[in-house]
């Protein structure tokens, strides 16, 4: 039972260009997040998914797009990288069906872009 | 925008010592949850206190919430090494989504 995994975990990009950030459960969790974490502002969400086949901008969608592919990986694809994308990203999944709505969280990916 | 805001934004402490930190929030809240990040990893959930209840305790770990003051804290008492660490609290809004704040920063002194 490996929970939440992601790949890769350090990347390094140029301005312009584009990579997709993967990440997997293996919870059998319904809802699954993306979050990017900036120096003294905490988590902010980008985007999630409630379930399978649906997905919703949260507060910092610009410049990214998801891909619920199953009920196991949720994609993030960033296609013309910009400085200001620089952060750590996190994915998240959580099973909102249970009485405790706790999130489980992969162990980041660290993003330059230059 | 992000609805809790922790305080301090951060703390050292000598080994044995308590630690306390606060969060206060904006809006009315289902739950809420405080989580750890040690250095360089994801998040891990520590406990979760519901929007009915006043206190929760959990090994070491004590929280509170007021939510007539909208405001929680998060208590760790006889800290260790390994308990260095940044400190979230998350509002739950009951919305599949969680709300996080900046962070305390606590550093445990040998």
């Known amino acids: 039972n490996a929970g939440v995994t992601q790949t890769p975990k350090f990347q390094v990009l140029k301005t312009g260009q584009s990579m997709t950030l993967q990440c997997a459960q293996d919870m059998n969790h319904n809802s699954m997040y993306w979050y990017r974490q900036d120096p003294g502002m905490g988590l902010r969400l980008i985007y999630y998914?409630?379930?399978?086949?649906?997905?919703d901008k949260g507060e910092v969608p610009n410049g990214y797009n998801v891909s619920r592919l199953n009920k196991r990986e949720f994609s993030l694809r960033l296609e013309s990288a910009a400085p200001s994308q620089t952060s750590v990203y996190f994915c998240?999944?959580?099973?909102?069906?249970?009485?405790?709505?706790?999130?489980?969280f992969g162990p980041g990916t660290r993003l330059t872009v230059t | 925008s992000q609805q809790g805001e922790e305080d301090p934004q951060a703390l050292s402490i000598q080994e044995g010592e308590n630690a306390t930190m606060n969060c206060s929030y904006k809006t009315s809240i289902n739950n809420l949850q405080w989580y750890r990040q040690n250095s360089g990893r994801g998040l891990v959930h520590l406990i979760l206190i519901r929007s009915n209840e006043r206190e929760k305790h959990s090994g070491r770990l004590r929280v509170t919430l007021d939510t007539s003051k909208k405001s929680s804290s998060l208590l760790i008492t006889a800290s260790r090494a390994a308990d260095t660490a940044s400190y979230f609290c998350a509002t739950d809004l009951n919305d599949y989504k969680l709300s996080f704040g900046a962070g305390t920063t606590v550093t445990v002194r040998a």
């Open positions: 998240a999944s959580s099973d909102p069906s249970r009485v405790v709505t706790e999130q489980y």
């Open positions: 998914s409630a379930s399978e086949g649906t997905t």
